[in-house]
């Protein structure tokens, strides 16, 4: 400071010096320790550093290391707080100690000033940077009241000081006097501050709040209305002295200053100006705090919006003063708290009366500071503690998920419960990408909400529905009424049974950014919709399930190339062994190809038993009768070579075992045979798709081991391991076989077709050997059956399909259609491959179900069993859709009567069920053959009698 500077200051100080009444004060540190102190004597004025504590005659309050508080050591003293170190708080003090009163003009220093005017206390905040005029004090009185006119002066100058001051390290509170009310640092108050030291608890400290509010401002009650962003709502858990187990929700996010704006506007006294939304400022009360607005709750438009908590704070105001008193209405405050930081509150007041209603205010008013402080460090706590339980679960989430990189299935499934768990909903759904059919697949979708019951492999189009509009869009949506919006898919709730009240969606990406999935979640759980913070969460959540579902993707094509290795090892080894003999493909190449009816004069009659014509290379002969005879050969210029060696590699891909080998391919491909050569049939699908039928039902069990896929995925064998994530093993497997066929040398009996036609009848095989999966077929019988039903439609593309999976079906069980000796020969040979898979159960140490295990099987219960689940019904709908096929029906309909027949006569004679013997006694058949007969010519008497009552 210069001499003119010096000068200049000790002249506004000898101004003042009369008009100032100074006071003794002490300044300490946070450890207690006295930094400075002053003793105000007539012409000395003089800074002391003490070294030893001060008598502390006030509790001190500490924030943390670099914070000092300055306490009077008499009434009426100053009161200073200050959030700087130590070294500057000793600069402040000292410019302090040079002169109380005065402003250094040039507003090179900032200087914090505090004075006291015999009963009126004001506040000055430090100049940093600024300059203001100082303000003389010459003509105010020592002691006594200011004038009307000098009060005014003090308001203007105090609220220009403000607007000037950019620092908000310091804070300086007026001092309170016995009238003013209770002060802040009596033991009351106290309490909140150790609740907020000790026991950091947002709702605790609310509980000891609202106590200190009624205890030391004689106010009857209180509640906080806390307004929270991220959940986009206002509500309020703490009411008087009550923790409220559920939350009262009172509105979004904004319906706090629509309240403080709407109270407002009913006081005439109001500066409305200063509401304004989300960008109000206030009136500061603090270093970090503004008042809002303070409004009075008397008109009912305003008391109406938060009416369910103002009743439940009287109610429980009304309580505690007994039932022998007549119940008070206590008239509402609300006081709008908001700090820098972003947190707003209202503070709702019940005060004892009107009348008392502004002095109660006015004993709050000093120390909504420091309450508007203490409520953003308690939020602060809370909020810090619920980021580190979130990035707790979300470690947790990690680490359950990331342990089930190897099973898809898995990994969904804790994808799903972690979400749930997550932002509290009812269901979790994950949709997975097909690009290849350009649907959302939900393979593990929650049925009723709970963990242990799902259905499987859910399938929608791409753009239906709000999970196709968000993988189409790539944005997330928060529905709050589902039934009402334009994108929902109501037929997932039609076929699971629940019923969905909102959803939030999101999308799962690569860091690519490349759509690997959409994650559904339904029904927010306490609450009407999804919040904002929900919405946050899930867009953090998606991060890691995209790394994870990559990761888990990626894993899956490594084992499937190691399981593709060891396969391909496997065929070499078994390919070595299949070797075709050159005289083979020339006796199939050069001799003519004899038409079908060679083979046998019924070869193109339903019944027919195509097994009949011989075994072995007889049926490749008749396989290659059959191309010719639909006019493959010639349409799609396949070459005899091409074509025998195709066929040759096909039988020799067949294993030896009872049932799934070659004669069983020949067979269904005879029955398919049969079927393609009707016009109806030919008008419904194109010749290309009729190409690639009868191509599947010669292949459609290739490399078949016996075994069924339960027993593959059970056993946990290389198959399974390779397909057992899409289902369908051992089919899936079949369809790998036809390729690599397709692949060999000479093999290609496609090599003639364009690239489109080459996919299209790929995608063909692919589809109707996956429908020889009873378990796909029982998924689709619904739709099969509505469709024979309401009759096909040729330009349904979906009839079409639906179609030819039924003809594959139906070729497949085409056994079931011949007579009893037959398809009684051909039941044992499959229970023979039951069998055999229940005793390698048994030796696994399982036990198989009773279809698999000799010693408890019944096979004409099986099989009736069996016919009327699947077979009947498969026929019923194609002799609907095939007139000519309705004999097929017929004929299992016989076939039925005789495995009930046997059935019986086993009970009555104490056959026992066990084992395969009885199937080939010829006496039996005999027996049942005959029971068979008369209870159908029983049958169809009853018949014509019922119809000669008809037509009497």
Not at 210 to 221: E, H, L, M, P
Not at 663 to 682: D, I, W
Not at 787 to 793: C, I, N, R, T, Y
Request: hydrophobic fraction near 35%; glycine fraction near 6%.
């Amino acid at each position: 400071m210069g001499e003119m500077e010096e000068e200049e200051f000790e002249q506004q100080r000898q101004q003042n010096s009369n008009a100032a009444t100074y006071s003794n004060f002490e300044v300490t540190g946070a450890s207690g320790n006295n930094i400075a102190s002053r003793k105000h004597s007539p012409g000395m004025d003089s800074l002391q550093h003490a070294k030893t504590p001060c008598r502390k005659v006030s509790p001190t309050v500490s924030f943390g290391p670099q914070t000092i508080t300055a306490a009077s050591s008499i009434k009426g003293s100053p009161i200073l707080s200050s959030r700087t170190t130590k070294r500057s708080t000793v600069d402040v003090l000292h410019r302090f100690a040079q002169d109380l009163c005065a402003v250094n003009s040039s507003g090179r220093r900032a200087k914090f000033h505090k004075f006291s005017l015999g009963e009126e206390r004001w506040k000055w905040n430090s100049l940093d940077g600024n300059t203001c005029e100082p303000r003389t004090s010459k003509s105010l009185p020592i002691s006594g009241r200011p004038s009307s006119a000098h009060h005014t002066q003090h308001n203007h100058n105090y609220q220009h000081l403000n607007n000037l001051l950019p620092r908000r390290d310091l804070v300086c509170s007026p001092t309170p006097t016995a009238e003013d009310g209770p002060l802040s640092w009596q033991p009351g108050f106290a309490e909140v501050l150790d609740m907020a030291a000790l026991h950091p608890d947002l709702l605790q400290f609310q509980l000891a709040l609202n106590d200190w509010i009624k205890r030391q401002c004689r106010i009857r009650g209180s509640a906080l209305l806390l307004s929270s962003q991220e959940q986009n709502s206002t509500h309020c858990q703490v009411c008087g002295d009550q923790l409220l187990e559920v939350p009262l929700q009172c509105g979004d996010a904004d319906f706090l200053f629509t309240l403080l704006r709407a109270g407002a506007n009913q006081s005439d006294n109001y500066d409305k100006n200063n509401i304004k939304h989300e960008d109000l400022k206030g009136e500061e009360i603090g270093a970090n705090t503004f008042v809002l607005a303070r409004v009075e709750l008397l008109e009912e438009s305003v008391r109406s919006a938060i009416n369910p908590l103002l009743e439940m704070l009287n109610n429980i105001l009304n309580t505690k003063i007994g039932n022998d008193l007549p119940p008070l209405q206590a008239c509402f405050s609300l006081v709008g708290l908001r700090s820098n930081s972003g947190f707003s509150a209202g503070l709702v007041l019940a005060h004892n009366s009107e009348q008392d209603r502004l002095d109660e205010l006015k004993l709050l008013d000093p120390h909504l500071g420091m309450l508007g402080t203490l409520m953003t460090l308690m939020h602060n706590i809370e909020e810090q503690r619920r980021l580190a339980q979130q990035s707790q679960v979300f470690l947790s989430m990690t680490q359950n998920v990331f342990s089930s990189l190897q099973d898809m299935h898995l990994l969904v499934r804790n994808i799903t419960k972690e979400a749930k768990a997550l932002v509290h909903a009812e269901i979790c759904s994950l949709f997975l990408l097909d690009k290849e059919h350009s649907e959302l697949v939900a393979e593990v979708f929650e049925k009723n909400g709970t963990s242990e019951e799902y259905l499987t492999e859910i399938r929608m189009p791409l753009n239906q529905g709000i999970v196709g509009h968000v993988a189409t869009t790539g944005q997330m949506m928060n529905v709050t009424d589902v039934y009402n919006h334009p994108f929902f898919y109501p037929k997932v709730d039609e076929r699971t049974g629940f019923l969905t009240r909102n959803i939030l969606c999101f999308p799962i990406k690569d860091s690519s950014g490349n759509l690997v999935g959409v994650a559904e979640l339904c029904n927010k759980i306490g609450r009407d919709t999804f919040t904002r913070y929900d919405e946050q969460i899930a867009a953090t959540f998606a991060v890691y399930c995209a790394i994870s579902l990559s990761h888990c993707l990626l894993y899956r094509k490594l084992q499937e190339a190691h399981r593709r290795s060891h396969m391909a090892a496997e065929l070499l080894v078994q390919g070595s062994t299949l070797s075709i003999a050159p005289e083979d493909i020339l006796r199939l190449t050069v001799r003519d190809i004899p038409p079908p009816l060679s083979f046998h004069p019924e070869f193109d009659k339903l019944c027919f038993i195509p097994r009949s014509i011989g075994s072995g290379d007889i049926y490749v002969e008749a396989s290659l009768a059959i191309f010719r005879d639909l006019g493959f050969i010639e349409r799609f210029r396949l070459r005899r070579r091409t074509l025998a060696r195709f066929l040759l590699m096909v039988q020799k891909g067949y294993r030896d075992v009872p049932y799934h080998n070659w004669s069983h391919a020949f067979a269904v491909s005879h029955f398919c045979y049969l079927l393609l050569r009707m016009n109806k049939v030919k008008d419904v699908i194109g010749e290309l798709e009729r190409f690639g039928l009868l191509v599947a039902c010669l292949c459609h069990d290739i490399d078949h081991r016996g075994t069924t896929n339960a027993f593959q995925l059970q056993s946990k064998t290389p198959l399974a391991q390779l397909y057992s994530s899409e289902g369908s093993v051992l089919e899936r497997h079949h369809f790998a076989q036809t390729v690599t066929i397709l692949g060999m040398d000479e093999c290609n009996i496609f090599e003639q077709l364009n690239r489109q036609q080459y996919l299209d009848v790929l995608d063909c095989i692919r589809e109707v050997i996956l429908a020889t999966d009873i378990a796909a077929h029982l998924r689709k019988v619904d739709r099969i059956k509505q469709m024979a039903e309401g009759g096909f439609e040729n330009g349904n593309a979906e009839h079409r399909y639906l179609f030819m999976c039924l003809l594959m079906t139906a070729s497949d069980l085409s056994d079931q259609t011949k007579d009893f000796h037959h398809s009684k020969a051909i039941a044992e040979n499959i229970y023979k491959e039951f069998f055999s898979q229940g005793d390698l159960e048994k030796q696994m140490g399982n036990r198989p179900i009773a279809m698999m295990d000799r010693d408890r099987a019944c096979v004409p219960k099986i099989q009736i069993e069996f016919m009327d689940t699947v077979a009947l019904p498969v026929f019923k709908f194609l002799a609907d859709l095939l007139p000519e096929l309705r004999t097929t029906h017929e004929a299992i309909l016989t076939n039925r009567l005789c495995w009930h027949s046997l059935d019986q006569i086993l009970l009555k004679q104490g056959f026992t069920t066990g084992g395969l013997e009885y199937l080939r006694d010829t006496c039996l058949e005999e027996k049942v053959l005959m029971n068979a007969l008369q209870e159908q010519i029983a049958t169809k008497d009853k018949e014509i009698e019922k119809d000669l009552e008809d037509n009497n």
